[in-house]
């Protein structure tokens, strides 16, 4: 598929709306990939990247690929997220041992 939009809907009633410029959706399992020119929005935060890959069946998010995070509370530059949305926990992966961030603590 090309230019790609995808909706996700929480049971706190949050959206986060999630584009690219490719995506592949896998109506079996729900699972969904996204390429190119990748951007989440969610409540006041903004992520790109090149690659998002979500897993309804495993129960979690990967973005990789030039990962931008821009949030009211700062700025986070990495290679990869790991969401698990099982577990509601978020690591952050860089390849050179470097995770460039910015946080506003108040």
Known sequence: MTSVEAFFYFKDNTILKLSSNKGIYNNKTLDMNFYNNVKAFYQNSELFSQKA????????????????????????????????????????QSFNDKINANINIK
């Open 53 to 92: 890959d979500y897993s309804n069946s495993k129960g979690y998010l990967i973005v990789s690929g030039n990962v931008k995070v821009k949030d009211a509370k700062g700025t986070i530059v990495a290679d990869e997220l790991l969401f698990d949305i099982k577990k509601q926990t978020l690591d952050i």
